[in-house]
């Protein structure tokens, strides 16, 4: 299920909540993004809650300091907004699973050289699906690449069949002060439509 609830500007009170049914309804990779209220709280929370086939970890992770606090605390999952060849590196030595912003080609295969776990192309739906088809003909195949960026479960089918390799969603799963009840509304949905894709089933 490569899909990641990216619940930026989350609090550490909420985090439970919003995690259990996360899980509940089966996404299997949770990101906190370090611009978020009292951030290392919400993962340190995170991180003892959930079973350890969740990844968890932090998102706009800029500095290698970042890298080593993840690995201090077990959460395994570093996204970056950019492709900052050292942090990607950081990563890879502390045995992280780094998911490395990128934009350009360039970008794109500086991070798979310095050891990036996946790409993730940012923002997704501004540069639209035939940018990413053009960018995906030049990169190794099998290269997993994720779609974040304006990415809900209307346009999911677009990117799929252009060869996505999963998606994060944002603001369209969690904005501060959306409910549990709410976020697992929206879970649900994204992961049936991605389901639905995989099964080759396009009716609903």
Request: glycine share 10%; hydrophobic share 45%.
């Amino acid at each position: 299920m490569p899909l990641v609830a990216i619940l930026r500007g989350i609090q550490p009170s909420e985090i439970e909540g919003v995690a259990r049914v996360l899980v509940a309804e089966g996404f299997r990779f949770i990101e906190v993004p370090l611009n978020s209220p009292d951030a290392w709280e919400s993962i340190r929370r995170l991180k003892a809650l959930v079973p350890d086939n969740i990844l968890v970890g932090a998102g706009t992770v800029v500095d290698v300091k970042a890298s080593a606090k993840l690995a201090e605390l077990n959460a395994v999952l570093q996204i970056t907004p950019n492709t900052d060849i050292e942090v990607i590196k950081a990563g890879k030595s502390a045995g992280l699973a780094t998911f490395t912003g990128f934009m350009t080609p360039s970008e794109a295969f500086a991070g798979i050289n310095a050891g990036t776990t996946a790409l993730k192309l940012f923002p997704a739906q501004r540069l639209g699906c035939d940018y990413f088809k053009d960018i995906k003909t030049v990169l190794p195949r099998n290269t997993p690449i994720l779609a974040v960026g304006g990415v809900n479960a209307s346009n999911m089918a677009e990117w799929f069949d252009a060869g996505i390799s999963g998606f994060g969603f944002g603001s369209n799963l969690y904005t501060p002060g959306r409910t549990a009840e709410e976020v697992r509304i929206v879970a649900a949905e994204l992961v049936q439509t991605w389901t639905n894709l995989c099964n080759g089933d396009l009716s609903k």
